[in-house]
């Protein structure tokens, strides 16, 4: 696991400097599409149903990043301007959506 630098707000985008000198530079549009909270992922009972989750194809074209906040060493919790803010992104999960979008 690769640790965060720095982070910082950037226009539309946050932006993040790894320990290992990568920078990634992710629109906080998709970051909130992408978050792995189960208000917007769902979650499965013990059944394997899926339970809840946000809307496919919702648009969050308006939504930003306010503020954001460590969460032990291993997660960043952001705060989106539509009150969205129980996700907890680990550095990996943030790593691998800065490669796709880095790729994509």
């Known amino acids: 696991m690769v640790n965060p630098e720095d982070i910082q707000l950037i226009g539309n985008e946050v932006a993040i400097r790894w320990a ?15 978050s792995p909270s189960a208000e917007t992922q ?6 394997g149903n899926l339970i809840g989750g946000g809307e496919p194809g919702r648009d969050f074209s308006a939504v930003t990043v306010t503020g954001y906040q460590p969460v032990g ?8 301007s539509d009150g969205h803010r129980t996700g907890l992104y680990s550095f990996d999960y943030l790593r691998k959506i800065g ?4 790729c994509g």
């Open 42 to 47: 769902g979650e499965h009972d013990l059944l």
């Open 73 to 80: 060493g291993y997660a960043i919790q952001f705060h989106f």
């Open 20 to 34: 290992d000198g990568v920078e990634d530079f992710l629109p906080m549009d998709k970051l909130r599409a992408l």
């Open 99 to 102: 490669e796709a979008n880095r």
